[in-house]
C-alpha cells in the first residue's frame, strides 16, 4: 500500500511539473485535462437528458455551468494552442481548472444526492462517471492524477493523527 501510495505521488509531481515546465502547444496534458474536462460535461449533459431528472432542483445550475464551463474551455484550448491570452501563467490556468473541476465535482455530487433521493435510477456507468471516486479510476488525466494524490494524502493525514492521538 505505500508503494501505491508512493507511485501516485511521485505521478501526480511529475505531472504537476510537466504541466508548468512545458510549452503550451506542446504539451499534451493540457489537452488531456481539457478533454477530460469536456467528457465530464457531456455526461452531465446525459445526466440532464434523462426523462426522470426533470424533477430535480439542480437542474437550472448543471446549466449554467456546461455552459460557463464549455465558453472557458474553448479559451483554455486557444491558450493552450498558444493562440490566446499570452499572459496566462501556466499556475494562473492550472488554478482556475481546478477550482472549474471542484465546482463541477460539486454539483455532480448534489445530482447524485438529489437523483438517490427521489429514487431515480442511473445507469452505473453515468454514476460512477458522475461520481468522484468512480471518476479517479476511470479517467486519466493529470488533473486526476493530482486529485488522487491530494485525496490519498488527506485519508493517511486523517489515518496518522488519529494513529497520534
Do not use: Y
Request: glycine share 4%; charged share 25%.
Amino acid at each position: 500500500a505505500r508503494l501505491a501510495d508512493q507511485e501516485l505521488l511521485i505521478a501526480a509531481t511529475k505531472a504537476l511539473n510537466t504541466l508548468l515546465e512545458a510549452k503550451r502547444g506542446q504539451s499534451a496534458d493540457w489537452k488531456a485535462i481539457v478533454l477530460t474536462h469536456r467528457e465530464r460535461l457531456e455526461d452531465t449533459a446525459q445526466f440532464l437528458n434523462l426523462d426522470s431528472v426533470g424533477q430535480l432542483h439542480c437542474l437550472p445550475q448543471l446549466r449554467t455551468m456546461i455552459i460557463e464551463h464549455t465558453n472557458r474551455l474553448d479559451e483554455i484550448q486557444h491558450w493552450v494552442q498558444a493562440s490566446g491570452a499570452p499572459d496566462q501563467s501556466p499556475v494562473q490556468v492550472l488554478d482556475e481548472l481546478w477550482r472549474m473541476r471542484t465546482e463541477l465535482q460539486e454539483n455532480l455530487s448534489v445530482a447524485i444526492t438529489q437523483a438517490r433521493d427521489a429514487r431515480l435510477e442511473l445507469v452505473d456507468s453515468l454514476r460512477q462517471r458522475m461520481d468522484a471516486d468512480g471518476a479517479r479510476e476511470v479517467f486519466s488525466d493529470p488533473l486526476t492524477t493530482l486529485d488522487a494524490a491530494l485525496v490519498r494524502a488527506q485519508t493517511l493525514t486523517g489515518e496518522n493523527l488519529q494513529e497520534n492521538s
